[in-house]
């Protein structure tokens, strides 16, 4: 994990992100829980960071676009189709998997969607 | 439910006590809840601890989504504490922290929380109470809050993530992106690939991202739209999500947004041309030309430039992107580099086609004027046919602004009686905003008839039009070279436009077209649309050719060839204004000239106002150049309305439209410094876009005129402290404005804007006047108040010397577009004035222009004719001497023949002084300019003395403006360098001063002639002919040094270049005139010697053996001034004398003087 990366590098170096469920596939700014270009914010979990496209710059706006699963390491997007948030992120496959290990309110909703 | 819960909130709100404070701060220690304080947090709101939570959350973070959008997190809260309380659930949690996990590590006890990946890291600070300061805020509460800050977070997030997804989406529904693998590797793989798709395939966007993913860097897209540059570049740049940076730019006339870190570059055709010649092209790895089916001139002469181009630069690819219009002919055009081609199929829906869908009676209506009948019975046709619950809007194409006026007019009146429809015009002359309106949504049960000319055929995309009615017309300009007059004219269209504009019925769903033409019309029309090399003038196109080292212009390769007159007639027009030899090559000025993207003759204009021009007077050739270099300033109701034409009436020039668009300006510009402007507009029926436009452009031909050193740089201005103080604090506010405006801007575009069916003109013109004018802020910016003063001080032409070198500068450049009046005018109605070109007989003056509207102007006055003629001398025409004739910039054949943009001048000292050749009998009274006007100076010695000073003039200007040139390309010879260092160089201050004093005293020369118009019959007996022997002239009194040769047709011998003399035959007048002075003893004035002597040798011993002519020469001169480029002549009225000073110097002067 490169957290301890200094401010100007990041803007050079990115990681590849594609999601294995959907196909999404962009360049990320960032992996991991604190990202630097947003100070006050922390993750739970090491996930891929963008800067935030849709904002301009220095106003320390991101935007997450998935983790690897937790379980099988593959790289999934946050969508509900593809994966889930709790604590860590799951991939929908690996959540199927093991349904009996998660609470029943984070199944439930997987069995609806 | 509602009712009982308001009922125990007010009390309650009431009860709030200081001891309730001390509860709540031990809350947290306690497990159970008395009943009291579970109703009380019911009761309990983040809301009410707004105002010191915002100062927690803008102090503890630098930045982030929260602080960004502090209104909307609050609404957010509430809704989020409304749905908790819905739900009955408390608003501060108090889920137990600890996290018993399972054997994959998952918490067994299901927490909401555990769904958000986002904490937020805000200290908690214990001097938080709420809006009374009574309640206080605790560390649990807080960690409730940071709960809820979390979940807006995520919940932002999430927003984020779908509209990357959704755009995601819509790019991959592209019918292009099928072809995105077979794009990339032909563009890797070969030279020349063509990609073929119709309008909405996405090629525009998505090809030049495609490359810049596969690894090209620099990548150029041609438009021939500035317009498109802009839009697509902000475009590509979303999508890319680069829209903060300038990966993605954009390069057009007056701006660009290109940096060195851009990939991709939207550039117009014009402007990519221009980068052609070698030392100018950026490092292009691909260049792509968009939209190459449009057939503009420059877009099929970038072709050309392009494939002769990849011949020699390997590196280079070239990706031809067009409609799927005619691709055979751009694949059999690039057949010897092997095109590839690509075809996009496009995403059509079917159309039903319906030929003459109401029968139109085929004989013209009186005067030939449009009937919109029929296209209101489609309306009508629709509205019985197809319920108003179906969506689906009204596309039709009409042939130009005055039919499309027309139909608007009947289908409006239509409109408000059925109220079912919302009528919107389109067409280029409209501006931006009114052109958006096409894009607004109606409301729900109405349609949208939309009434255009071809511009929405290709370039502009309207979505939900189900029905498009045809008219089968096109309004479309053609030039005839051989004139040098444009014509408007109303042709047919092609079958490829007519399927084009079927097209757009089917874009969104099945469409119906109606054409009001006959399947026999359709099968007649011509398979494509004339392109625009056939139908314009080439001169600037040939000239910029043979800039960029094309030599032999004939030869070049275009796609369709011109027609050979029209480049004979080009390079002819070229030889006369002095941008290429008699033998075709590039002259000095011909290079000065195609650097300047005005016309030839502008351009011309600009490098002789540079040379004879002070260079604070040069503002005003600038904005007169530019000013004839845009479109028109007036709007469609400048002419019109009579409030318009009367407000107006002050800053219009009697001297005609180019002076009144100066004057115009200056006005405008003197409105700008007192901060108004949009209204003054208005008031005058003017479109201050366009006043925008030609400051920018004037601006920018003052640079390139800098760039080329044909202008010095000014010193840079100085400012006082307190003056920069000023105009910094100026600029942080428009810059503000501006922020303000995109950003307004930005949020508008995102809802597209409901119309109104009814008045919808009223309520924009109220909007127009209370929303923040970004233009305005624009030029605010690039000119402070000081630049502004500077502009109308160069701008205007207060003196007479000012406006007389003006105007002859504009004239110079436009000459031989000069026209004479009908004899018969006098007795003629206002709109029956007639006139005569050199080109083109029989010619009007524009009902809009100055002289259009008052041409008594050009007329003479009882008063100017003399009417005690000189013995012997008869004459139809009258001897006066205040014969005028107009200066013109073009010629435009719409109903009749016009003349267009013209100003008056006087007749023969502006011919004498610019016409390309003279011809004189032997005692100068009958003089032929160019083969086409006869003057005739009755009077002994008058007409010699005005050509010998209009040919000393003549020089002297010549000699000025080659200076000027060859300043501007030293030659490093050492020839020249050694003559340099010899000759200690007049300034040019000095001699533009001298000269425009000379040339003004010679403009108002008050000499009695008479003019007429040289028919062939007459030219057929005005020359003498080579049979004839001639002696040469020696010396030579016109020209020393020029050797006389005879003339092979009419006889006589070239004293000059440009005159010949003794070829004209005399009559009896001019015969007995020179008899008599040859006899009578003449005086010299100067020498006291009286002799007999013919005007010539009059004229020979003037230059060459009077005595006085010594003496003379040492009485010339003047005192030297400065040179400073802001010096004023100023006249000092203590003590009588002219002098030149800076503002500075004046005020030092009139210290000292007194
Ligand atoms: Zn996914
Ligand atoms: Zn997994």
């Given at each position: 994990?490169?957290?301890?990366?200094p401010?100007?590098?990041?803007?050079?170096?990115?990681?590849?992100?594609k999601?294995?469920?959907?196909?999404?596939?962009?360049?990320?700014?960032?992996?991991?829980?604190?990202?630097?270009?947003?100070?006050?914010?922390?993750?739970?979990?090491?996930?891929?960071?963008?800067?935030?496209p849709?904002?301009?710059?220095?106003?320390?706006?991101?935007?997450?676009l998935?983790?690897?699963?937790a379980?099988c390491?593959?790289?999934?997007?946050?969508?509900?189709?593809?994966?889930?948030?709790?604590?860590?992120?799951?991939?929908?496959?690996?959540?199927q998997?093991s349904?009996?290990?998660?609470?029943?309110?984070?199944?439930?909703?997987?069995?609806?969607s | 439910?509602?009712?009982?819960s308001?009922?125990?909130?007010r009390?309650?709100?009431?009860?709030?006590?200081?001891?309730?404070?001390?509860?709540?701060?031990?809350?947290?220690?306690?497990?159970?809840?008395?009943?009291?304080k579970q109703?009380?947090?019911?009761?309990?709101?983040?809301?009410?601890?707004?105002?010191?939570?915002n100062?927690?959350?803008?102090?503890s973070?630098?930045?982030?989504t929260?602080?960004?959008?502090?209104?909307?997190?609050?609404?957010?809260?509430?809704?989020?504490?409304m749905?908790?309380?819905k739900?009955?659930k408390?608003?501060?949690?108090n889920?137990?922290d600890?996290?018993?996990?399972?054997?994959?590590?998952?918490?067994?006890?299901?927490?909401?929380?555990?769904?958000?990946?986002?904490?937020?890291?805000?200290?908690?600070?214990?001097?938080?109470?709420?809006?009374?300061?009574?309640?206080?805020?605790d560390?649990k509460?807080?960690d409730?809050?940071?709960?809820?800050?979390?979940?807006?977070?995520?919940?932002?997030?999430?927003?984020?993530?779908?509209?990357?997804?959704?755009?995601?989406?819509a790019?991959s529904?592209?019918?292009?992106?099928?072809?995105?693998?077979?794009?990339?590797a032909?563009?890797q793989?070969?030279?020349?690939?063509?990609?073929?798709g119709?309008?909405?395939?996405?090629?525009?966007?998505?090809?030049?991202?495609?490359?810049?993913?596969?690894?090209?860097?620099?990548?150029?897209?041609?438009?021939?739209?500035r317009?498109?540059?802009?839009?697509?570049?902000?475009r590509?740049?979303f999508?890319?999500?680069?829209?903060?940076?300038?990966?993605?730019?954009?390069?057009?006339r007056?701006?660009?947004?290109?940096?060195?870190?851009?990939?991709?570059?939207?550039?117009?055709e014009?402007?990519?041309l221009?980068?052609?010649s070698?030392?100018?092209?950026?490092?292009?790895?691909?260049?792509?030309?968009?939209?190459?089916?449009?057939?503009?001139?420059?877009?099929?002469?970038?072709?050309?430039?392009?494939?002769?181009?990849?011949?020699?630069?390997?590196?280079i690819?070239?990706?031809?992107?067009?409609?799927?219009?005619?691709?055979?002919?751009?694949?059999?055009?690039?057949?010897?580099?092997?095109?590839?081609?690509?075809q996009?199929?496009?995403?059509?829906?079917?159309?039903?086609?319906?030929?003459?869908?109401?029968?139109?009676?085929?004989?013209?209506?009186?005067?030939?004027r449009?009937?919109?009948?029929?296209?209101?019975?489609?309306?009508?046709?629709?509205?019985?046919?197809?319920?108003?619950?179906?969506r689906?809007?009204l596309l039709?194409f009409?042939?130009?602004?005055?039919?499309?006026?027309?139909?608007?007019?009947?289908?409006?009146?239509?409109?408000?009686?059925?109220k079912?429809?919302?009528?919107?015009?389109?067409?280029?002359?409209?501006?931006?905003?009114?052109?958006?309106?096409?894009?607004?949504?109606?409301?729900?049960?109405?349609?949208?008839?939309?009434v255009?000319?071809?511009?929405?055929?290709?370039?502009v995309?309207?979505?939900?039009?189900?029905?498009?009615?045809?008219?089968?017309?096109?309004?479309?300009?053609s030039y005839?070279?051989?004139?040098?007059m444009?014509?408007?004219?109303?042709?047919?269209?092609?079958?490829?436009?007519a399927?084009?504009?079927?097209?757009?019925a089917?874009?969104t769903?099945?469409?119906?077209?109606?054409?009001?033409?006959?399947?026999?019309?359709?099968?007649d029309m011509?398979?494509?649309?004339?392109?625009?090399?056939s139908?314009?003038?080439?001169?600037?196109?040939?000239?910029?050719m043979?800039?960029?080292?094309?030599?032999?212009?004939?030869?070049?390769?275009?796609?369709?060839?011109?027609?050979?007159?029209?480049?004979?007639?080009?390079?002819?027009?070229?030889?006369?204004?002095?941008?290429?030899?008699?033998?075709e090559k590039?002259?000095?000025?011909?290079k000065a000239?195609?650097s300047?993207?005005?016309?030839?003759?502008?351009?011309?204009?600009?490098?002789?106002?540079?040379?004879?021009?002070?260079?604070?007077?040069?503002?005003?050739?600038?904005?007169l150049?530019?000013?004839?270099?845009?479109?028109?300033i007036?709007?469609?109701?400048a002419?019109?309305?009579?409030e318009?034409?009367?407000?107006?009436?002050?800053?219009?020039?009697d001297?005609?439209?180019?002076?009144?668009l100066?004057?115009?300006?200056?006005?405008w510009?003197?409105?700008?410094?007192?901060?108004?402007?949009?209204?003054?507009?208005?008031?005058?029926?003017?479109?201050?876009?366009?006043?925008?436009?030609?400051?920018?452009?004037?601006a920018?031909?003052?640079?390139?005129l800098?760039?080329?050193?044909?202008?010095?740089?000014?010193?840079?201005?100085?400012?006082s402290s307190?003056?920069?103080a000023?105009?910094?604090?100026?600029?942080?506010?428009?810059?503000?404005?501006?922020?303000?405006?995109?950003?307004?801007?930005a949020?508008?575009?995102?809802?597209?804007?409901?119309l109104?069916?009814?008045?919808?003109e009223?309520?924009?013109?109220?909007d127009?006047?209370?929303?923040?004018?970004?233009?305005?802020?624009?030029?605010?910016?690039?000119?402070?108040?000081?630049?502004?003063?500077?502009?109308i001080?160069?701008?205007?032409?207060n003196?007479?010397?000012?406006?007389?070198?003006?105007?002859?500068?504009?004239?110079?450049?436009?000459?031989?577009?000069?026209?004479?009046?009908?004899?018969y005018?006098?007795?003629?109605?206002?709109?029956?004035?007639?006139?005569?070109?050199?080109?083109?007989?029989?010619?009007?003056?524009?009902?809009?222009?100055?002289f259009?509207?008052?041409?008594?102007?050009?007329?003479?006055?009882?008063?100017?004719?003399?009417?005690?003629?000189?013995?012997?001398?008869?004459?139809?025409?009258?001897?006066s001497?205040?014969h005028q004739?107009?200066?013109?910039l073009s010629?435009?054949e719409?109903?009749?023949?016009?003349?267009?943009?013209?100003?008056?001048?006087p007749?023969?000292?502006?011919?004498?002084?610019l016409?390309?050749?003279?011809?004189?009998?032997?005692?100068f009274?009958?003089?032929?300019?160019?083969?086409w006007?006869?003057?005739?100076?009755?009077?002994?010695?008058?007409?010699?003395?005005?050509?010998?000073?209009?040919?000393?003039l003549r020089?002297?200007w010549?000699?000025?403006i080659?200076?000027?040139?060859?300043?501007?390309?030293p030659?490093?010879?050492?020839?020249?360098?050694?003559?340099?260092?010899?000759?200690?160089?007049?300034s040019?201050?000095?001699?533009?001063y001298?000269?425009?004093?000379d040339?003004?005293?010679?403009?108002?020369?008050?000499?009695y002639?008479?003019?007429?118009?040289?028919?062939?019959?007459?030219?057929?007996?005005?020359y003498v002919?080579?049979?004839?022997?001639h002696?040469?002239?020696?010396?030579?009194?016109?020209?020393?040094?020029?050797?006389?040769?005879p003339?092979e047709?009419k006889?006589?011998?070239?004293?000059?270049?440009?005159?010949v003399?003794?070829c004209?035959?005399?009559?009896?007048?001019?015969?007995?005139?020179?008899?008599?002075?040859?006899?009578?003893?003449?005086?010299?004035?100067?020498?006291?010697?009286?002799?007999?002597l013919?005007?010539?040798?009059?004229?020979?011993?003037?230059?060459?053996t009077?005595?006085?002519?010594?003496?003379?020469?040492?009485?010339?001169?003047?005192?030297?001034?400065?040179?400073k480029?802001?010096?004023?002549?100023?006249?000092?009225?203590?003590?009588?004398?002219?002098?030149?000073?800076?503002?500075?110097?004046?005020?030092?002067?009139?210290?000292?003087?007194?």
């Amino acid at each position: 994990m490169d957290e301890s990366k200094p401010k100007d590098e990041c803007a050079q170096v990115t990681y590849n992100f594609k999601c294995s469920e959907c196909g999404m596939n962009e360049e990320t700014h960032y992996k991991g829980v604190s990202p630097p270009f947003s100070r006050k914010i922390q993750l739970k979990y090491p996930s891929y960071v963008m800067k935030d496209p849709f904002s301009p710059p220095g106003k320390g706006e991101i935007l997450i676009l998935g983790a690897d699963c937790a379980i099988c390491g593959k790289a999934v997007c946050i969508s509900k189709q593809c994966s889930i948030f709790y604590l860590k992120t799951y991939c929908l496959k690996c959540v199927q998997n093991s349904m009996d290990k998660f609470p029943a309110e984070v199944t439930n909703k997987v069995k609806k969607s | 439910m509602d009712d009982k819960s308001r009922n125990h909130q007010r009390p309650s709100k009431r009860q709030r006590s200081p001891s309730h404070e001390s509860k709540s701060g031990e809350r947290h220690k306690l497990r159970k809840r008395s009943p009291l304080k579970q109703q009380e947090e019911s009761e309990f709101s983040f809301l009410d601890y707004k105002r010191n939570l915002n100062k927690i959350i803008t102090y503890s973070s630098d930045s982030n989504t929260v602080v960004n959008s502090l209104d909307d997190f609050w609404v957010f809260v509430k809704k989020y504490e409304m749905t908790l309380k819905k739900a009955g659930k408390p608003i501060i949690d108090n889920e137990c922290d600890h996290n018993e996990l399972n054997d994959i590590g998952i918490p067994i006890n299901f927490s909401k929380h555990h769904c958000i990946n986002f904490m937020s890291k805000m200290k908690y600070m214990e001097s938080v109470y709420d809006e009374r300061e009574k309640k206080k805020l605790d560390k649990k509460m807080f960690d409730s809050f940071l709960n809820i800050v979390s979940i807006y977070l995520d919940f932002k997030n999430k927003e984020k993530f779908e509209k990357l997804k959704k755009l995601r989406k819509a790019q991959s529904e592209l019918p292009v992106t099928k072809y995105r693998d077979e794009i990339v590797a032909a563009v890797q793989n070969e030279k020349v690939v063509i990609v073929a798709g119709d309008t909405g395939c996405g090629k525009s966007t998505q090809v030049p991202q495609y490359l810049h993913v596969a690894g090209f860097q620099n990548i150029a897209c041609t438009q021939p739209r500035r317009i498109a540059c802009v839009s697509l570049s902000k475009r590509v740049a979303f999508e890319m999500l680069t829209q903060f940076e300038t990966k993605v730019g954009y390069q057009i006339r007056f701006e660009k947004s290109k940096t060195a870190d851009t990939k991709i570059c939207f550039i117009t055709e014009g402007l990519l041309l221009r980068q052609m010649s070698s030392e100018n092209l950026p490092n292009y790895d691909v260049i792509i030309l968009d939209e190459i089916h449009e057939r503009h001139l420059m877009g099929d002469f970038l072709l050309g430039i392009l494939k002769c181009l990849i011949h020699t630069r390997n590196d280079i690819k070239l990706v031809l992107m067009s409609a799927t219009i005619n691709i055979k002919l751009f694949e059999d055009y690039f057949s010897k580099e092997s095109a590839v081609v690509i075809q996009v199929p496009g995403r059509l829906f079917p159309i039903e086609l319906r030929y003459k869908p109401i029968l139109i009676e085929d004989k013209p209506t009186r005067d030939d004027r449009l009937d919109p009948q029929p296209y209101v019975q489609i309306m009508q046709l629709i509205d019985s046919k197809y319920p108003s619950a179906e969506r689906g809007d009204l596309l039709i194409f009409m042939s130009g602004v005055q039919e499309i006026t027309t139909i608007c007019d009947a289908a409006q009146q239509y409109a408000e009686k059925t109220k079912k429809w919302i009528i919107l015009p389109l067409h280029s002359g409209l501006s931006l905003t009114e052109q958006d309106k096409v894009f607004d949504y109606p409301p729900e049960g109405v349609r949208k008839c939309i009434v255009s000319t071809n511009i929405a055929e290709t370039s502009v995309t309207i979505d939900g039009i189900r029905f498009v009615v045809d008219s089968g017309k096109v309004k479309e300009m053609s030039y005839d070279s051989s004139t040098k007059m444009q014509r408007l004219k109303e042709f047919w269209i092609s079958k490829a436009s007519a399927d084009q504009r079927k097209g757009r019925a089917g874009r969104t769903g099945p469409g119906v077209c109606y054409r009001i033409y006959s399947e026999e019309q359709y099968s007649d029309m011509e398979a494509f649309s004339t392109p625009e090399v056939s139908r314009v003038p080439l001169a600037s196109l040939l000239l910029l050719m043979s800039s960029l080292g094309v030599n032999d212009v004939r030869r070049f390769p275009f796609i369709d060839t011109p027609p050979g007159e029209a480049i004979e007639d080009a390079l002819l027009e070229l030889k006369q204004h002095g941008a290429l030899t008699s033998n075709e090559k590039l002259t000095a000025l011909g290079k000065a000239l195609a650097s300047l993207p005005v016309d030839v003759s502008l351009a011309k204009a600009l490098v002789v106002a540079a040379a004879s021009l002070p260079a604070h007077k040069l503002d005003s050739a600038l904005a007169l150049a530019a000013a004839l270099g845009i479109r028109s300033i007036y709007t469609t109701r400048a002419h019109r309305d009579f409030e318009c034409e009367n407000s107006r009436k002050p800053d219009e020039s009697d001297h005609g439209d180019p002076v009144t668009l100066l004057s115009l300006y200056c006005a405008w510009l003197r409105e700008k410094s007192r901060g108004g402007g949009r209204a003054w507009c208005k008031r005058r029926g003017l479109e201050e876009q366009r006043l925008y436009e030609l400051t920018k452009l004037a601006a920018q031909l003052n640079t390139l005129l800098q760039d080329n050193n044909l202008k010095e740089a000014p010193e840079p201005e100085t400012m006082s402290s307190a003056e920069r103080a000023l105009r910094h604090g100026q600029m942080k506010q428009l810059k503000d404005m501006r922020r303000q405006y995109k950003q307004k801007a930005a949020e508008e575009s995102k809802r597209r804007k409901r119309l109104k069916v009814d008045s919808w003109e009223i309520i924009d013109d109220k909007d127009e006047d209370n929303t923040v004018d970004i233009r305005d802020i624009e030029f605010r910016m690039t000119n402070d108040a000081s630049r502004i003063r500077a502009l109308i001080n160069g701008s205007s032409t207060n003196s007479g010397r000012d406006l007389i070198m003006l105007k002859l500068v504009l004239c110079r450049a436009l000459y031989p577009q000069v026209a004479v009046a009908d004899e018969y005018n006098h007795c003629k109605s206002v709109s029956e004035q007639l006139f005569h070109t050199w080109s083109k007989p029989f010619v009007f003056l524009h009902p809009t222009s100055i002289f259009g509207k008052n041409p008594r102007l050009l007329q003479l006055t009882d008063a100017d004719v003399q009417t005690d003629e000189p013995f012997g001398y008869k004459s139809r025409q009258p001897l006066s001497s205040k014969h005028q004739i107009l200066c013109y910039l073009s010629l435009l054949e719409t109903t009749k023949p016009y003349i267009v943009n013209s100003m008056r001048m006087p007749a023969a000292q502006t011919l004498l002084l610019l016409a390309h050749s003279i011809d004189t009998n032997i005692g100068f009274t009958r003089l032929v300019c160019d083969s086409w006007l006869l003057l005739e100076f009755p009077y002994p010695e008058s007409g010699l003395n005005l050509l010998m000073k209009a040919v000393k003039l003549r020089q002297r200007w010549e000699d000025l403006i080659n200076r000027r040139l060859q300043d501007a390309n030293p030659n490093k010879s050492v020839e020249s360098e050694l003559k340099k260092s010899n000759q200690t160089k007049t300034s040019y201050e000095e001699l533009q001063y001298e000269l425009s004093c000379d040339i003004s005293s010679y403009i108002n020369s008050d000499i009695y002639y008479t003019i007429k118009r040289c028919l062939p019959g007459d030219l057929k007996v005005m020359y003498v002919g080579p049979d004839e022997v001639h002696p040469t002239i020696d010396p030579n009194p016109f020209e020393q040094g020029f050797e006389c040769r005879p003339h092979e047709k009419k006889g006589g011998v070239y004293v000059t270049d440009n005159i010949v003399f003794n070829c004209v035959v005399d009559t009896d007048w001019s015969y007995k005139s020179y008899e008599e002075t040859y006899s009578l003893p003449w005086t010299c004035p100067d020498c006291e010697l009286s002799v007999c002597l013919s005007p010539l040798e009059r004229l020979q011993h003037k230059e060459f053996t009077c005595s006085s002519r010594m003496e003379k020469k040492d009485v010339q001169k003047k005192p030297i001034r400065e040179n400073k480029p802001n010096t004023k002549e100023f006249e000092c009225e203590t003590c009588k004398v002219t002098l030149y000073l800076t503002p500075v110097e004046i005020l030092k002067h009139k210290k000292a003087c007194k």
